[in-house]
């Protein structure tokens, strides 16, 4: 079976703090927020009245096809806005690859239009003299709304054909709904596609939108999310005593993944190499995470066992093997407290010398597009020695006590500067992933 090298040779973003990559990073390691109130729809009565929503955004600004894409919901026009910067920066164009060797995989969920045709269909199958929906009046209901919307998309799948369909991209298609790992799992199965051959390019990411009555309510109802209504940008606080939830954000992370061989036949640039991929179930339970991080444990462990490095043995210079680690760091006390407890179990006597940060404290929870926008964070990590903080960390935790970054961006040039990361992404449902990414080196 073949095993080739996997370099990244394009990245694009759409975040709530800007839409260019070393713009945005600029921000990150200010540590500015960008969290505010919603104002996508009244939500002066929700007890979460705040998100991190994307502003300032027009598909034009980047795609001068955008007028085809007319139909599409906003986590579709956040995909595509964000892959035609990644294609751009990779100079796939007029490369002259096969383009059905060129695939796409993409962690993509429900989006807006999805939840308004849902809200729809519900309200017209509601009985208010029996409380209930009647199945029968919901399902035509459902059908009308579908045929009146046939040329607006319909399915989370959707997302997948419009940017296959904006890149000329014919080599395999994948899309996946693992729930806030979704990008990391796209990202890493990408990466098997084009080590075993099936592909000399993918792209790469997730894109998602839940700023929505409907999308808000649900993670409320799970007592999920920040009631810090009178202090939005503060309210994301990971590994903080007095965190009480995450906050809701949106956008989209694509990369351009591409076999060594290829990147280096046309002359690309690569940003940083795929070195690792782990994936885990926690067989656990729906919404909770395995109480002793084994599942996170496992995914860390098989990603730094692809990449060929033993977690607890210092490098030559003395330091971790592994110089930072984008966590996913939701917010929540179940996960931050569990992550550390994974973190530990992995790295042991190393693991209080990783830096180890939450970017979700300045973005909010991107949820499926959140692991693809973070691992572009490592990839800045790498190009520039700086890692990000986790901001609002004033409080610090018991039971969290590793090495956070609070409050403040870190210099480690000076140290040797960053060479390998490790990007953590859970979801509900106990799916743990994990990548591992490093500066390429011939």
Known sequence: MSSRRVVITGMGWVTPLGHDVDAVWARLMKGESGIGRVTRFEASTFSTNFAAEVRDFALEQFLPTAARHRHAGLNTRFALAAAARAWAQSGLAGAGLDPRRIGLYLGSGEGQLDFDNFVRANLAGWRAETRNIDGAAWARAAYQVMNANREVEQEPNACLGHVAAALGCRGPAFNCMTACAASTQ???????????GDAD????????????????????????????????????RPFDRTRDGFVMGEGAGMLVLEALDSARKRGATPLAEIGGYGSSADAFRITDIQPDGKGAQAAMA????????????????????????SAHGTGTQENDRIETIAVKGVFGSL????????VKSMLGHLIQAAGAVELITCVQAIRTGWVPPTINL????????LDYVPNAARDLRGQGGVETCLSNSFGFGGQNDTLLVRRFRE
Do not use: W
């Open 394 to 401: 004033s409080n610090p935790d018991p039971e969290c006590d």
């Open 186 to 196: 796209a990202i890493g199965e990408a990466f098997e596609i084009i080590r075993r």
């Open 302 to 325: 098989q990603a730094l066992r692809q990449a060929g490095i033993n977690p607890r043995e210092p490098g030559p210079d003395g330091r971790p093997p592994v110089h930072y680690i």
């Open 351 to 358: 693991a209080p010398k990783v830096p180890f940060s939450s």
């Open 201 to 236: 390019a993918m792209f790469a990411g997730g894109a998602h939108s839940m700023i929505h009555p409907l999308g808000m309510t649900g993670f409320i109802r799970l007592t999920a999310m920040s009631g810090r209504r009178e202090s939005p940008q503060t309210a994301a």
